[in-house]
């Protein structure tokens, strides 16, 4: 069963930046296209970005031009450089597969204060 462990969240002001990481068991990684996935409090599980086994990349417009998904096959990893952050930001941030859904993993909590 594929494993999904998320890392990288904290407290951050409003302006600043962080780096998720989404480190993925198994070996399906290289061969699909990955996603982070955010829940604010009390709103809908929302795909910020996914990014395709080639590198190819799609936004939500409300991230378009700050955040930057990438990903490195050979370590089995997905980031999320999150930059110009805002407090509509905030919430749990989740990688998984685009297209093949595995359990989800814990998830990494991202707070944007003002």
């Known amino acids: 069963q594929v494993q999904l462990v998320e890392s990288g969240g904290g407290l951050v002001q409003a302006g600043g930046s962080l780096r998720l990481s989404c480190l993925a068991s198994?070996?399906?990684?290289?061969?699909?296209?990955m996603g982070w996935y955010r829940q604010a409090p009390e709103k809908q599980l929302e795909l910020v970005a996914h990014?395709?086994?080639?590198?190819?990349?799609t936004y939500a417009d409300s991230v378009k031009d700050r955040f930057t998904i990438s990903r490195d096959n050979a370590k089995n990893t997905v980031y999320l450089q999150m930059s110009s952050l805002k407090p509509e930001d905030t919430g749990v941030y989740y990688c998984?597969?685009?297209?093949?859904?595995?359990?989800w993993g814990q998830g990494t909590r991202v707070t944007v204060s003002s």
């Open positions: 990014i395709t086994p080639a590198g190819s990349t």
């Open positions: 198994g070996n399906i990684f290289s061969r699909n296209t």
């Open positions: 998984n597969y685009f297209l093949l859904r595995q359990p």
